[in-house]
């Protein structure tokens, strides 16, 4: 690799079954990777999970493993698939819509992010740096959990705007298409937290009750799957017939920082953090029953 794509944190003991991923926590973009973006060092930033590796940075101390992206999703999203690509973002690529695949050729607010479309050559480096690297590690993770525990936990970990539109925005596992912003839909304020299960089938009951609950306890909103099911992380590992149990957990950005400014609000910024914690210790009480 020509630079750290990505950090893992080991548990202290005593270790838990729970595996701790962020995903789009990144902001980096390697040289060679620069001149084929276009997007704004503000679009970086705000279509990033700004904060969340710092929300649960408690977690291996409460002996989970963390695997933490420093790489920006603009390079390579590794929430989705390999082959969640089309012609528009890689040259000889099928036929499709997929603006905000694997690769991002379109921003959030619908801005042009790609120079042009990869060529085979460019996008094949970036899987190879980059994106799979990553899921490697991560199934390293899911396979030693369950080597020394009968299970693994993963706690897939991700932010989102406070607000959306009233028709879901994120693309379902079998990547479809999201609404286009503003397509006939009225804004609206999202739930504090998303669980998202794949309309719990990605995890046991028992996990997914757990962020639940405790989200509940804290007098936090809660809606599940909507708008966000869950990504390729839910879908490719999420197997509870195997014992590998996926949840997605989606926080408002409006819980810890301003959507505005993109910086942290500290005193709303340590109380989720400390839920962030508290939810890691519980799922881990959880797996451990």
């Given at each position: 690799?020509s630079?750290?794509?990505?950090?893992?944190?080991?548990?202290?003991?005593?270790?838990?079954?729970?595996?701790?991923?962020?995903?789009?926590?990144?902001?980096?973009?390697?040289?060679?990777?620069?001149?084929?973006?276009?997007?704004?060092?503000?679009?970086?930033?705000?279509?990033?999970?700004?904060?969340?590796?710092?929300?649960?940075?408690?977690?291996?101390?409460l002996?989970?493993?963390?695997?933490v992206?420093?790489?920006?999703?603009?390079?390579?999203?590794?929430n989705?698939?390999?082959?969640?690509?089309?012609?528009?973002?890689?040259?000889?690529?099928?036929?499709?819509?997929?603006?905000?695949g694997?690769?991002?050729?379109?921003?959030?607010?619908?801005?042009?992010?790609?120079?042009?479309?990869?060529?085979?050559?460019?996008?094949?480096?970036?899987l190879?740096?980059?994106?799979?690297?990553?899921?490697?590690?991560?199934?390293?993770?899911?396979?030693?959990?369950?080597?020394?525990?009968?299970?693994?936990?993963?706690?897939?970990?991700?932010?989102?705007?406070?607000?959306?539109?009233?028709?879901?925005n994120?693309?379902?596992?079998?990547?479809?298409?999201?609404?286009?912003?503003?397509?006939?839909?009225?804004?609206?304020?999202?739930?504090?937290?998303?669980?998202?299960?794949?309309g719990?089938?990605?995890?046991?009951?028992?996990?997914?009750?757990?962020?639940?609950?405790?989200?509940?306890?804290?007098?936090?909103?809660?809606?599940?799957?909507d708008?966000?099911?869950g990504?390729?992380?839910?879908?490719?590992?999420?197997?509870?017939?195997?014992?590998?149990?996926?949840?997605?957990?989606?926080?408002?950005?409006?819980?810890?920082?301003?959507?505005?400014?993109?910086?942290?609000?500290?005193?709303?910024?340590?109380?989720?953090?400390?839920?962030?914690?508290?939810?890691?210790?519980?799922?881990?009480?959880?797996?451990?029953?």
């Open positions: 690799m630079f750290e794509s990505f950090i893992v944190s080991d548990p202290r003991e005593p270790e838990t079954p729970v595996i701790v991923e962020i995903p789009h926590a990144g902001l980096l973009i390697p040289p060679h990777v620069s001149p084929e973006i276009l997007a704004s060092a503000r679009a970086i930033g705000r279509d990033a999970d700004l904060y969340v590796d710092d929300l649960y940075a408690d977690a291996h101390v002996g989970a493993s963390m695997i992206a420093r790489a920006s999703r603009y390079v390579v999203d590794l989705r698939a390999e082959s969640d690509i089309d012609g528009q973002s890689v040259a000889g690529g099928p036929d499709g819509h997929a603006p905000r694997v690769i991002w050729r379109v921003t959030t607010e619908g801005d042009r992010s790609l120079a042009a479309p990869l060529r085979r050559e460019a996008f094949e480096r970036r190879q740096e980059t994106y799979r690297p990553y899921h490697a590690k991560l199934g390293e993770l899911i396979v030693e959990k369950k080597r020394r525990f009968g299970l693994a936990v993963v706690l897939a970990a991700h932010s989102m705007p406070g607000e959306g539109s009233s028709t879901p994120d693309r379902p596992p079998s990547g479809g298409v999201p609404a286009p912003k503003g397509a006939g839909a009225r804004a609206s304020r999202r739930a504090d937290v998303v669980p998202g299960s794949l719990r089938t990605s995890s046991h009951p028992r996990f997914i009750d757990v962020v639940d609950a405790h989200a509940r306890e804290a007098g936090l909103t809660v809606m599940h799957d708008p966000y099911r990504g390729f992380t839910t879908q490719h590992y999420g197997r509870p017939e195997a014992d590998v149990h996926v949840v997605q957990v989606e926080l408002a950005r409006r819980l810890y920082m301003d959507e505005v400014t993109l910086h942290p609000r500290p005193a709303l910024f340590d109380r989720t953090r400390a839920w962030c914690g508290e939810l890691v210790a519980k799922l881990g009480r959880a797996a451990l029953i």
